[in-house]
């Protein structure tokens, strides 16, 4: 099992920046690789950036250069540096880790808002 925390979610003006933290716990040596995803009001769940252990990284078209997910495995934690956001970025931000038999585990989510 691996028990998700995220933080730093919030409201800011468009053009704004916000950094979103998770903290992994558990059976962290199992994860395979790790991401954040966001929901907007009616919409579905989608995926923003994902990062592999080996570091590689891909990103939601609409975030990319914009958005940047690292890692520090020392400290189990994963972040999205998120610059010029935009108002239609703004949704319920979740991480989520995939571990290597296919398990997938989420966070409660946490809330940004970007304001025109």
């Known amino acids: 099992q691996v028990q998700l925390v995220e933080s730093g979610g919030g409201l800011v003006q468009a053009g704004g920046s916000l950094r979103l933290s998770c903290v992994a716990s558990g059976s962290i040596s199992g994860i395979s690789y790790m991401a954040w995803y966001r929901q907007a009001p009616g919409e579905r769940r989608e995926l923003v950036a994902r990062c592999n252990n080996g570091g590689s990284t891909n990103y939601a078209d609409s975030v990319k250069g914009r958005f940047t997910i690292s890692r520090d495995n020392a400290k189990s934690m994963v972040y999205l540096q998120m610059n010029s956001l935009k108002p239609q970025d703004t949704a319920a931000y979740y991480c989520?880790?995939?571990?290597?038999w296919g398990q997938g585990y989420w966070g409660q989510g946490t809330q940004v808002t970007v304001s025109s």
């Open positions: 989520y880790a995939n571990d290597y």
